[in-house]
């Protein structure tokens, strides 16, 4: 009997071989029951665990709504619900996917492209807990011994304390007068720990001419029609006289003043100087993170420059003191992670020995997974999203967690074809350490590795949403799917390349790790800029050639947009769509405006009404007044072409190309067909006019971003990792845009690791040999098939691979 409960086989089961399996060993599938999330079409499909299942099909079919956005949220959120309703008010409120049936979850970590904290406080060492080691190291075996592992910490500062000290001892309490107790940290004092001073241009801050009233301060936000007003008057400061004719103590206040407690109208409020008040809310924050006008205003008025009592270091000159083997913790951080590796090996301290392992081989994973060219002292806002994604990986591969599920979204981006190797090595790592391993992935070297696929399809959004085929990936090459068909696809090298008609001078290029480039990059034609992770290319290309009149930039930061920002928003298509529809019918163009005049009164245009239930998650449900649509009923009557606004917002941009082109001269639109048709060349015919950005892919929002820049007047654009996001069969769509672009007179420059885009372009510009110190010179320019035939580099070898040259 108990043998069959599955707890200990009898002494004839054994003799017999029979293995019972453990009911508990039984639950070896993640089972998904009608998913409907987004675009899915009750999707239904068993996931083994322990296993590395990736997930494939065309940009916008539905992969990210099934990984992330159904099982992976699913699982967030009930590991959420298992925390105190306290504790949960100060969460992230998730609502359930809608889904069936979701069995046998295990706990999901996501490892995703999202940038790194935008914290100027951050940096690699601080995300990755490198920093940590380093500084329990050397307050252990530092010289001169200086004080605990703060005393090295930027983040911390030295702080003085006198008065009565009470400690709890076994129930009862000692009290001690102490004077002048020292708690020391590492923080440089004049810098604060950014390793920058800056000075204000009061110029950019007030217009001295001008009175307070007559909007004298120049600061985004500081209107005295407000609150403001009434704050500077309530603090005493002359509203009509001009700033010029402030008397010392006057102009100090407003500039300089500390917070105070002032009551004005009778509601409390506080006064504080305008630069302090700057200092807190604008300087604390990584300018890449700041809204575009607050960015500009803060590089016009602000001047940073290394401080001069860290030079940079962020550190007190007693935690620079000490050191271990001549170096201080400040120049270990500065090394290349490779370098710092091989230094540590030289340190041997039995005192310490299990910390210079751990510290050892966290360093060492940073090689192995291609990042060895950065430093710990990288600020980590600074990293771009692949690297940002493979930074977060080296935590969970030292992790000893198992048994969890690695969700990762295209880990391969911004990899050359040497690093993907690496990576698919990891991913395997993973797995064989009893983890459940679902990946995103276009790249066919990482297809390879997988151990059961989901081809999501057929087409994409509303044509996509269905599983087209599960198996591994035999199976998958022998299938009649999409993914199937193109995934043995090479581009061939062409016969004949375009001849330049000019150059792009770049000379004595030294930024980050660059050794005095000199290079000519050849214009009308396409250009390809590759080499390794970290050999230099967005250096040379960002500090060398963006900025210059007539380039135009399309790089990889993130659409910043909210649930009411659309295709039709963000790409300005909207306004010429708003005035055809206030002309046919003879209104204003904002009655078309769902976050203007035409909104749903009852849920401001949003088309869904957000309840909140307290410390339990916000209910999200579809308006019932306008349905979901946005627009007031009245709104709704006006036509153009026989369609509402909402009816146009619903169509894909492949309709609305005819019906804003068509022989309808009613709803022909010329400004609207232009736009259209950009949309439909990147290959997004088939989103919606009005689909919120918020629920738009990686691949999308990026080749949606192309299409906006596309309309910005230039003669060279530079396009960075353009493929990122699209499968395999729509590379051939955007090598066919990279042609037309040339074609109409453009000149067209790629940072690329995709071997077809290589294979497709005119001219190629290899960076290498390495990464970081190893890199940062050109080691070849010259054709794709000059490069092929010579295989002088590793993108050489590789492109010759990929092509059977």
Known sequence: MAATQGTQPSAHAADTHDVITHPADTHDVIRVQGARENNLKDVTVDLPKRRLTVFTGVSGSGKSSLVFGTIAAESQRMINETYSTFVQGFMPNLARPEVDLLDGLTTAIIVDQERMGANPRSTVGTATDANTMLRILFSRIGSPHIGPPTAFAFNVPTRVASGVMRTDKGGREEKSIVRDAVY???????????????????????????????????????????????????????????????????????????????????????????????????LSKDLDAMQPHVRRFVERAVTFTTCPDCKGTRLSKEALSSKIHGKNIAELCAMQISDLAVWLRDVSEPSVAPLLANLQ???????????????????????????????????????????????FDEPTIGLHPHDIARMNQLLLQLRDKGNTVLVVEHKPETIAIADHVVDLGPGAGTAGGSVCFEGTVEELRASDTTTGHHLDDRVRLKETVRRSTGVLEVRGASAHNLKDVDVDLPLGVLCVVTGVAGSGKSSMIHGSVAGRDGVVVVDQGAIRGSRRSNPATYTGLLEPIRKAFAKANGVKPALFSSNSEGACPACNGAGVIYTELGVMAT????????????????????????????????MPVAEALGFFGGDDSEARTP?????????????????????????????????????????????????????????????DQLLGLLDRLVESGKSVIVIEHHQAVMAHGDWIIDLGPGAGHDGGRVVFEGTPADLVAGRSTLTGEHLAAYVGG
């Open 361 to 407: 081989h966290l360093l060492d994973s940073f090689a192995e997974i291609g990042l060895g060219y950065l430093s710990l002292d990288r600020p980590a806002g600074t990293l771009s999203g692949g690297e940002a994604q493979r930074t977060k990986m080296i935590r969970h591969l030292g992790s000893s967690l198992t048994d969890v599920t690695y969700v």
């Open 184 to 282: 020391q940290g590492g923080m440089c004092s004049r810098c604060e720990g950014m390793g920058a001073v800056n000075d204000f241009d009061l110029t950019a801050i007030y217009d001295e001419t001008k009175s307070l009233a007559d909007g004298a301060l120049l600061v985004p936000g500081y209107s005295m029609d407000g609150w403001y007003g009434r704050i500077f008057s309530g603090a005493g400061l002359p509203m009509d006289k001009p700033v010029a004719k402030f008397t010392p103590k006057q102009l100090d206040k407003l500039l300089y003043g500390e917070p105070e407690k002032i009551r004005v109208d009778g509601v409390n409020l506080t006064y504080e100087g305008v630069l302090t008040k700057v200092q807190k809310s604008m």
């Open 671 to 731: 400004a609207a067909h232009k736009v259209l048709e950009r949309l439909a060349d990147v290959g997004l015919g088939y989103l919606t006019l009005g689909q919120p950005l918020t629920t738009l892919s990686g691949g999308e929002r990026q080749r949606l971003k192309l299409a906006t820049q596309m309309a910005e007047k230039g003669d060279v654009y530079i396009l960075d990792e353009p493929t990122t996001g699209l499968h395999l069969a729509d590379v």
């Open 619 to 650: 209910v999200e449900s579809t308006c019932e007044e306008c349905e979901g649509r946005r627009f007031q009923a009245a709104v709704l009557e006006y036509r153009l072409g026989g369609r509402n606004i909402a009816e146009v917002l619903a």
